[in-house]
Nanobody
Framework: QVQLVESGGGLVQPGGSLRLSCAAS????????MRWYRQAPGKERALVAG????????DYADSVKGRFTISRDNAKNILYLQMNDLKPDDTAVYYC?????????WGQGTQVTVSS
């Protein structure tokens, strides 16, 4: 069955870094546009970053441009999010999303907490 499993979240101090991973299975990963979303307490889920092809166009929310980098390894079926210079406002549950036509899959999320 389709699975998206996020990992790599945790507690980090402001200015620190984390790398999130999303392991995909059960579908043809290379065909899907892959995105990271996040949801902070009391807020709606929001797009963080997205990309279709390895090495192709990447889109970022303004709030993370220059700090976060999305990448994917189609050979390993893994999506990554490198997060640098983390800020308290980055605290949220981060979700992996895969979309292709009318197919739309979500992971269970991983918590990122930025606090001193």
């Amino acid at each position: 069955q389709v699975q998206l499993v996020e990992s790599g979240g945790g507690l980090v101090q402001p200015g620190g870094s984390l790398r999130l991973s999303c392991a995909a299975s059960g579908f043809t990963f290379s065909r899907f546009t892959m995105r990271w979303y996040r949801q902070a307490p009391g807020k709606e889920r929001a797009l963080v970053a997205g990309m279709l092809l390895p090495g192709g166009r990447r889109d970022y929310a303004d709030s993370v441009k220059g700090r976060f980098t999305i990448s994917r390894d189609n050979a390993k079926n893994i999506l990554y999010l490198q997060m640098n210079d983390l800020k308290p406002d980055d605290t949220a549950v981060y979700y992996c999303n895969a979309i292709y036509g009318n197919l739309n899959y979500w992971g269970q999320g991983t918590q990122v907490t930025v606090s001193s």
